[in-house]
C-alpha cells in the first residue's frame, strides 16, 4: 500500500497569497492516479485536480497541481475567501489511499 | 447532471451489520465509463476509501476492510449499497457514495454523505 503524506498540516494564510501543499508518497506512482480534492466543513470533498496537473470541470485556474514520482503538488495561485478549507491528495497505484490532509486557514 | 444520495439508518448497534444505499439519478449506473464507490470519514479525521464496484458486479475493496464488506449493485434500480458486518464503535462515521472516472481515476461526483454512528 502507498503511503500519502501531505505537508504542511496547517497552512496559515492571507486571502491573495500563494498556497503551496505538498503530498509526498511512500514510493513511486504514475501521475495519472494523483488527484486532489477539497473539502469545507460539513460539505462533501470536492475533486480539483486530477492525473496529478489536469483541473477537474468547473475548477477556477488558480488551481495547479505539478509533480511526478514520489512528490506532488497543489497551488492555490492567489487566496480567495473561498479556498480556506481542508486539501487531500489521493492515490490509486496501490490500492487506494488518501493523505492525511492539509488545512490553509486564514491568518 | 448526475447526483447520488445515500440512505439508510443512522445508528447501528456494536456487532450489527451496517447497511447504506447510494442512489444514483440524472445518469445511468450501468455506463460504461464509471465505477461506483464508497468512502467514509470519522467524526475529525480524514477520508478512509473503501471500496468500489462496476456496474457488472466486478468489486475492489480496501485491503483493511475487505473481510467485513460487500458492495453490490442493482442496476434496475440505478442503486448500489455497502454492507459492513461486525461493526464497532470505529466503523462510526459520515458514509460518503461517490461515481468514479473511470479513465480518470478520481472520484468525480460526490453525495452529500449520511452520518452512522455505532453505539448501544
Known amino acids: 500500500e502507498i503511503v500519502l503524506t501531505q505537508s504542511p498540516g496547517t497552512l496559515s494564510l492571507s486571502p491573495g497569497e500563494r498556497a503551496t501543499l505538498s503530498c509526498r508518497a511512500s514510493q513511486s506512482l504514475s501521475s495519472s492516479y494523483l488527484a486532489w480534492y477539497e473539502q469545507k466543513p460539513g460539505q462533501a470533498p470536492r475533486p480539483l485536480i486530477y492525473?496529478?496537473?489536469s483541473r477537474a470541470t468547473g475548477i477556477p485556474d488558480r488551481f495547479s497541481g505539478s509533480g511526478s514520482g514520489t512528490d506532488f503538488t497543489l497551488t492555490i495561485s492567489r487566496l480567495e475567501p473561498e479556498d480556506f478549507a481542508v486539501y487531500y491528495c489521493q492515490q490509486y497505484g496501490s490500492s487506494l489511499t488518501f493523505g492525511g490532509g492539509t488545512k490553509v486557514e486564514i491568518k | 447532471q448526475v447526483q447520488l444520495q445515500e440512505s439508510g439508518p443512522g445508528l447501528v448497534k456494536p456487532s450489527q451489520t451496517l447497511s447504506l444505499t447510494c442512489t444514483v439519478s440524472g445518469g445511468s449506473i450501468s455506463s460504461g465509463d464509471y465505477y461506483w464507490s464508497w468512502i467514509r470519514q470519522p467524526p475529525g479525521k480524514g477520508l478512509e476509501w473503501i471500496g468500489y464496484?462496476?456496474?457488472?458486479?466486478?468489486?475492489y475493496y480496501n485491503p483493511s476492510l475487505k473481510s467485513r464488506v460487500t458492495i453490490s449493485v442493482d442496476t434496475s434500480k440505478n442503486q448500489f449499497s455497502l454492507k459492513l458486518s461486525s461493526v464497532t464503535a470505529a466503523d462510526t462515521a459520515v458514509y460518503y457514495c461517490?461515481?468514479?472516472?473511470?479513465?480518470?481515476?478520481?472520484?468525480?461526483?460526490w453525495g452529500k454523505g449520511t452520518t452512522v454512528t455505532v453505539s448501544s
Open positions: 492525473g496529478a496537473s
Open positions: 464496484i462496476y456496474y457488472t458486479g466486478s468489486t
Open positions: 461517490a461515481r468514479r472516472e473511470g479513465g480518470s481515476y478520481y472520484e468525480g461526483v
